[in-house]
């Protein structure tokens, strides 16, 4: 059973803080690594794909990817009140399906004012 | 250009009774998916289209579910003989062929009583 594990929260840090969210995988072989963010009563979007070991910058958002340890961290800096949300961590899986994304129960992150 | 749309936005229904949800995917986007949201849960994939066939039933719940899609275009998800665990939040994504690039609707909110 491939599994995706997050943890669930919350994690509550102030404005301006950095917020980090990680995310553990079962199969060393996966590939592709997305970050969704769900506002509550919303749907998901698309905030940041990794595909390679390292950082990926967009923004006040930094995706870390690390294979070997079969993690990858989501790092928002500046924390802003309007980054609230529960985010969630997908992984395409090696092998098989090309399509298929399975996602983490994700991570409430609040931030206080 | 317009989103992913999905009707109705809210369905209450009797237990026993069937429902059909609806997705308009965004326009060119070949894949399509469904997924089903529990109250404080993870997404739950459930069928994926790609063109108008279905290579991955495999979340399907049970048999009292069923999904269509026509013209590479709307895509139908069924529930029969609804249940009370049914109640779920139906989210559908469609996708340009990009896996991880999914695009969500504003998702279905369906109540059985």
């Known amino acids: 059973q491939k599994e995706v594990e997050q943890n669930s929260g919350p994690l509550s840090v102030p404005e301006g803080a950095i917020a980090s969210l990680n995310c553990t995988y079962s199969?060393?072989?996966?590939?592709?690594f997305f970050w969704y963010r769900q506002y509550s009563g919303k749907s998901p979007e698309l905030i940041m794909s990794?595909?390679?070991?390292g950082d990926k910058e967009d923004g006040r958002f930094t995706a870390q990817l690390n294979k070997a340890s079969q993690y990858v961290s989501l790092l928002i800096r500046d924390s802003q009140p309007s980054d609230s949300a529960t985010y969630l961590c997908?992984?395409?899986?090696?092998?098989?399906?090309?399509?298929?994304?399975?996602f983490g129960k994700g991570t409430l992150l609040t931030v206080n004012p | 250009g317009a989103g992913v749309s999905q009707s109705p936005s809210n369905k209450v229904t009797e237990k026993g009774k069937d429902v059909e949800l609806r997705c308009d995917p965004i326009?060119?986007?070949?894949?399509l998916y469904w997924y089903r949201q529990r109250l404080g849960q993870g997404l739950e994939f459930l069928i994926y289209?790609?063109?108008?066939?279905?290579?991955?039933k495999s979340g399907l719940p049970s048999d009292r579910f069923s999904a269509e899609r026509t013209g590479e275009s709307v895509s139908t998800l069924t529930i029969q003989r609804t249940q009370q665990e049914d109640s779920a939040v139906y989210l559908c994504?469609?996708?340009?062929?990009?896996?991880?690039?999914?695009?969500f609707g504003p998702g279905t909110r369906l109540l059985v009583l």
């Open positions: 326009s060119g986007h070949t894949a």
């Open positions: 990794i595909y390679s070991n």
């Open positions: 997908a992984v395409k899986w090696s092998g098989g399906s090309n399509y298929k994304l399975t």
């Open positions: 199969d060393r072989g996966s590939q592709s």
């Open positions: 289209f790609q063109g108008n066939s279905a290579p991955d």
């Open positions: 994504a469609s996708s340009p062929g990009v896996p991880g690039t999914q695009y």
